[in-house]
């Protein structure tokens, strides 16, 4: 297939709005596999978005989606739960909280960290439940420290995130940074 082709599929299909792709850390050619697969799965093309996924490797492959603060917005996790289950992907929901003081007792920081990934298990909770009506393969993670770092950190962990959703203001943080595709939803 020409190298271009992902760019028509693009030109042809009308995209939902607020959906932005952008570059991270990775190879050129793998950006446009994506973008192709990700064309063919929005036009309904899911045996030829999973044809073009699976030249690239084999093996549950994820798609990491950034939370902003604990929770997730409804349209994010609604775009997640459709793209994985047309792609055949697992999910990884990931929330991360800032790293804390570093007080003398710990107690005060403990609370915090406790308060957050709480409310985080809470919000992720219901995205969960819906990707597992779904037949899909979903997690929830949650990490404290600066969110691009908590991001490589984890896509290398998984060895397999494939993609990452994100919100508009998250995104930005990540851009340049990231180690897999970066896609923003408004």
Not at 23 to 28: A, D, K, Q, T, V
Not at 41 to 63: P, T
Request: glycine share 14%.
């Amino acid at each position: 297939m020409p190298r271009n082709f992902a760019r028509r599929i693009w030109a042809g299909i009308s995209r939902p709005r607020g959906i932005e792709v952008r570059p991270g850390g990775m190879r050129r050619e793998r950006l446009d596999d994506y973008a192709e697969a990700l064309a063919l799965a929005e036009a309904g093309e899911q045996a030829l978005a999973g044809g073009v996924i699976r030249r690239a490797g084999s093996g549950r492959k994820r798609i990491l989606v950034l939370g902003h603060g604990p929770s997730f917005s409804p349209r994010l996790a609604e775009y997640a739960l459709g793209l994985a289950q047309r792609l055949g992907y697992g999910l990884v929901f990931l929330n991360v909280g800032s790293p804390g003081s570093q007080a003398a007792d710990g107690q005060m920081d403990s609370y915090l960290r406790e308060s957050f990934a709480r409310r985080a298990g809470e919000e992720a909770r219901p995205w969960l439940l819906l990707a597992t009506d779904r037949g899909l393969e979903a997690g929830h993670v949650v990490r404290f420290g600066d969110t691009p770092a908590e991001v490589e950190g984890l896509c290398r962990d998984l060895h397999r995130v494939e993609l990452i959703l994100s919100e508009p203001g998250e995104g930005a943080r990540l851009e340049g940074r990231a180690t897999s595709a970066l896609f923003t939803v408004d």
